[in-house]
T-cell receptor, first 114, second 107 residues
Framework: NAGVMQNPRHLVRRRGQEARLRCSPM?????VYWYRQLPEEGLKFMVY????????ESGMPKERFSAEFPKEGPSILRIQQVVRGDSAAYFC????????????FGPGTRLLVL | DAKTTQPPSMDCAEGRAANLPCNHS???????VYWYRQIHSQGPQYIIH???NNETNEMASLIITEDRKSSTLILPHATLRDTAVYYC????????FGKGTRLHILP
């Protein structure tokens, strides 16, 4: 049973470019969460999605960041016009049915902005 | 902010039991105690969780005090591969990570 999958594992972008991070939840899981870990810091919650719905985006920066979880396909975290401060590890987690259940994390995408 | 307090670092000899403490004095009745660990640069790994009773699985044991204001994660026979940052989390829904305990396993 495959775990949470994220790709790419490493992503390099120049300032001003767009970054797209993908997350495929565990089989049977319909809830996805995104977290960001800045260098030498703890993980911070960004957004919680169900299929076709954003449930809680209280941790998302108001500008340049967006997330979606379409009916078909992986969840996407999109960062427009990246800046050096966006360099971080972005982790996705999934749970079966709701926010209260155990979340299982993917291996992360390391974004480096030059 | 995280609702838990953990020592920043601990050492444990390989083969011995590692006992990681956590204080969560403001825990409410609906909140579970969760433990995750993060091995260098990897995604957080779920270890165990509990509400009131002590719990045990193939990885660890979780001891929760009767008043639920503190808990201890026990790794019964620590190995070098258990070197990681261990996060104690009190949650009902959202996960808020604190700074965790950096556990060093000494050969």
């Amino acid at each position: 049973n495959a775990g949470v999958m994220q790709n790419p594992r490493h992503l390099v972008r120049r300032r001003g470019q767009e970054a797209r991070l993908r997350c495929s939840p565990m089989k049977g899981h319909s809830h996805v969460y995104w977290y960001r870990q800045l260098p030498e810091e703890g993980l911070k919650f960004m957004v919680y999605l169900q299929k076709e719905n954003i449930i809680d985006e209280s941790g998302m920066p108001k500008e340049r960041f967006s997330a979606e979880f379409p009916k078909e396909g992986p969840s996407i975290l999109r960062i427009q016009q990246v800046v050096r401060g966006d360099s971080a590890a972005y982790f996705c987690a999934s749970s079966p049915q709701n926010f209260q259940e155990t979340q299982y994390f993917g291996p992360g995408t390391r974004l480096l902005v030059l | 902010d995280a609702k838990t307090t953990q020592p920043p670092s601990m050492d444990c000899a390989e083969g011995r039991a590692a006992n990681l403490p956590c204080n969560h004095s403001t825990i409410s009745g609906n909140e579970y105690v969760y433990w995750y660990r993060q091995i260098h640069s990897q995604g957080p790994q779920y270890i165990i969780h509990g509400l009131k009773n002590n719990e045990t699985n193939e990885m660890a044991s979780l001891i929760i005090t009767e008043d639920r204001k503190s808990s201890t994660l026990i790794l019964p026979h620590a190995t070098l591969r258990d070197t990681a940052v261990y996060y104690c989390i009190v949650r009902e829904d959202k996960i808020i990570f604190g700074k965790g305990t950096r556990l060093h396993i000494l050969p």
